[in-house]
């Protein structure tokens, strides 16, 4: 079955940069977009940007340009989502999601950025 | 790109039916039948309900329904059941190739 396991929490300072990964496993890893989206401590679903199947393309919400790089290896069925200059409003679950209407979803990533 | 309008609570007792909308603009909702709905329970992972607008995913209950008018898409529940009590997201993408989420919506069963 399709399966996206993503890294473990994580503890960052402000102006440090979190790299988050997840893994699929149960598909063809290579045909399928990949979605990042956040949510903050008791807050809503927040899109953060896709990323093709060959990984040659990116779109990310304006919000989060030049802080955000997606990145996908194809040998390893793995997608990451680098985050630049934390602030403390970055804190929140991290999720991956499969395909243009994110059909599968990862467990989640916390990451907590604290001083 | 702001988030799509949802009510943010939507109550019903056992039984009823109730309707969640999802409103956005013509660069969005209204421009394409990519509208989504998600279901949350507290703590986990969103799980898919419905795409393109009115497409249930394998294993959804028929309970869960959705349509679209003009900028507006909606969720409808019938027989509304205890278990149905959660968070629910509306997304749709957008004139500017990216997707944008709604602002959510506490569904409580009375």
């Known amino acids: 079955q399709v399966q996206l396991v993503q890294s473990g929490a994580e503890v960052k300072k402000p102006g440090a940069s979190v790299k988050v990964s997840c893994k699929a496993a149960?598909?063809?890893?290579?045909?399928?977009?990949m979605h990042w989206v956040r949510q903050a401590p008791g807050q809503g679903l927040e899109w953060m940007g896709i990323?093709?199947?060959?990984?040659?393309?990116?779109s990310y919400t304006q919000k989060f340009q030049g802080r955000v790089t997606m990145t996908r290896d194809t040998s390893t069925s793995t997608v990451y989502m680098e985050l630049s200059s934390l602030r403390s409003e970055d804190t929140a679950v991290y999720y991956c999601?499969?395909?243009?209407?994110?059909?599968?979803w990862g467990q989640g990533t916390l990451v907590t950025v604290s001083s | 790109q702001s988030a799509l309008t949802q009510p943010a609570s939507v109550s019903g007792s056992p039984g009823q039916t109730i309707t969640i909308s999802c409103t956005g603009t013509?660069?969005?909702?209204?421009?394409?039948?990519?509208v989504s709905w998600y279901q949350q329970y507290p703590g986990k992972a969103p799980k898919l309900m419905i795409y393109?607008?009115?497409n249930r995913p394998s294993g959804v209950s028929n309970r869960f329904s959705g349509s679209k008018s003009g900028n507006t898409a909606s969720l409808t529940i019938s027989g509304l059941q205890a278990e149905d009590e959660a968070d629910y997201y509306c997304?749709?993408?957008?004139?500017?190739?990216?997707?944008?989420f709604g602002s959510g919506t506490k569904v409580t069963v009375l």
């Open positions: 149960g598909f063809t890893f290579s045909t399928y977009s």
């Open positions: 997304s749709s993408n957008t004139s500017s190739s990216t997707y944008v």
């Open positions: 393109e607008v009115s």
């Open positions: 013509s660069s969005d909702v209204g421009g394409y039948n990519y």
């Open positions: 999601a499969r395909a243009r209407r994110l059909d599968s």
């Open positions: 990323i093709n199947p060959g990984g040659a393309s990116t």
